[in-house]
Nanobody
Framework: QVQLVESGGGLVQAGGSLRLSCAAS????????MGWFRQAPGKEREFVAA????????YYADSVKGRFTIPRDNAKNTVYLQMNSLKPEDTAVYYC??????????WGQGTQVTVSS
């Protein structure tokens, strides 16, 4: 079992930056991927970004590519979502995700990101 604790959400003006953090604890595996999803009111949850622990390959949704990055700290078992050039349409609850093939996913509690125009 894995526990995910998110932090770093808040209110920011359009064009600004915000950095989210997700710390994983419990029985984690180097074969896992971690990433971020978001869900705006009335919309489905959508993929944002992910990183593979082994090798560090990253993946981004087209809507955030070039603006967001997903750094990691292996020693701290933590991933981040660095969000730059934020837009009002980025407003959503952001959820940290832990994924391992053929295993159930784990989710963080969610953190609100609000971007004002």
């Amino acid at each position: 079992q894995v526990q995910l604790v998110e932090s770093g959400g808040g209110l920011v003006q359009a064009g600004g930056s915000l950095r989210l953090s997700c710390a994983a604890s419990g029985r984690t595996f180097s074969s896992a991927a971690m990433g971020w999803f978001r869900q705006a009111p009335g919309k489905e949850r959508e993929f944002v970004a992910a990183i593979l622990w082994s090798g560090g390959s990253t993946y981004y949704a087209d809507s955030v590519k070039g603006r967001f990055t997903i750094p990691r700290d292996n020693a701290k078992n933590t991933v981040y979502l660095q969000m730059n050039s934020l837009k009002p349409e980025d407003t959503a609850v952001y959820y940290c995700n832990y994924h391992r093939l053929y295993r159930p996913d784990y989710w963080g509690q969610g953190t609100q990101v609000t971007v004002s125009s």
